[in-house]
């Protein structure tokens, strides 16, 4: 699972060969493999382009690949630093803003839903968060205007709010909506009491409750997946899953449960054949493969297999690269946004998260994704929010939303005791593990 550069484009790859090595150190066949495929291939076939460029291009695959080896920065040189941000715009999405980073506001915001007003409500208490930054008592009268800003929002735009509930969902929705004016009273309540410490709580709950209210308005699912991939386990929706993860030799941490909320809407695929894996207890007793610090990755089943070996067909079932961009309907299949020139295209889920979730695949092959997935931890430069290098790349389909932070504390060998599925499983359509059993 070492990371590949192409010279031809700033391309990381996370493929599915198991990794051998903890911390950031290969033994001698990896060793060889690495050194061998990050050889540059710099000639310039064609003397029409422009031969400082292809330089160019090379310096930062290279620099790339040192980084995603070692799970480090290797960006040193002023020159390669130079290099890389002449290049970064002609390949990155031009930001404006700061990005998101927070797993459950880029789930809010991927949903499939268009109400302006119920947005106008979810935004100032979501800056909470930045408000909850300056020290002390004093972030409580920034959080008072947020608060105060949110229950005016919700009162003046309540009816619009309610008019974009899907039909069969409008109950639901209704009650949510009752939780949420009365969880505002209590925050303001709770800002006026100066208790700065039940402030981030209640802003978590008041969020779910925003979050529960949106995910009303998506009435069934909004597109027609590609008659090739309609046999295939889908996620029509949304699903929760709770991994336990055993964690070996951490005095401060010996076991610990990660809820990750998987985006079917966005990855019906992708997430459609992980829920299905999850069903069979595929995961169940496996081991980290992969923990350098930038990723945390598992799912190599043992013996010469890469990936789920589908007992009815004893082949490996492998399913396409997925992406789904800002503006679309539907998700692009079986290439990169690169491959289909879609430079400064946005993501719906982008590599944002401290615990992104993403398929890894074979590094020359953008529909090899099977079984192993992996967990993005660092935000470097190299992947930085919103300008990342791996969106567009690999197939994102959901972020963890609880104990996100002990990602880091997860290393080669610790073994993942369950992964069960909690809520959202009747949104699985075609799954196998049911045929198997």
Known sequence: MAAIISCNFVTPRLPTNRIQTTHYKCNSNNGRVLSRRLLPKCCVKNHNHNPFQKLKECAISIALAAGLIT?????????????????????????????????????????????????????????????????????????????????????????????????????????????????????????????????????????????????????????????????????????????????????????CVFRIVLDGYNAPVTAGNFVDLVQRHFYDGMEIQRADGFVVQTGDPEGPAEGFIDPSTEKTRTIPLEIMVEGEKSPFYGATLEELGLYKAQTKLPFNAFGTMAMARDEFEDNSGSSQVFWLLKESELTPSNANILDGRYAVFGYVTENEGLLADVKVGDVIQSIQVVSGLENLVNPSYKIAA
Request: a negative charge.
């Open 71 to 255: 799970g480090i920065p290797a960006v040193a040189d002023a020159n390669i630093n130079a290099n890389i941000n002449m290049a970064m715009p002609d390949v990155s999405v031009l930001i404006s803003g700061p990005p998101i980073k927070d797993p459950g506001a880029l789930l809010r915001y991927a949903l499939p839903i268009d109400n302006k007003a119920v947005r106008e409500v979810q935004k100032p208490l979501e800056d909470i968060t930045d408000s909850l930054k300056i020290a002390g008592v004093k972030a409580l009268d920034p959080v008072e205007r947020n608060v105060r800003q949110a229950s005016r929002t919700l009162k003046q735009g309540k009816s619009l709010i309610v008019e974009g509930l899907a039909e069969s969902k409008k109950e639901h929705g209704m009650e949510l909506l009752q939780k949420l004016e009365a969880g505002m009273d209590e925050l303001q309540q709770i800002v006026e009491d100066r208790d700065r410490d039940a402030v981030a709580p209640k802003q978590k709950e008041l969020l779910n409750y925003v979050g529960g209210v949106e995910e009303d308005m998506v009435d069934g699912f909004p597109y027609e997946v590609p008659e090739e991939y309609q046999s295939m386990p889908l996620l029509k929706g949304r699903a929760t899953v709770d991994m336990k993860v055993k964690v070996k030799d951490n005095p401060n941490v010996d076991e």
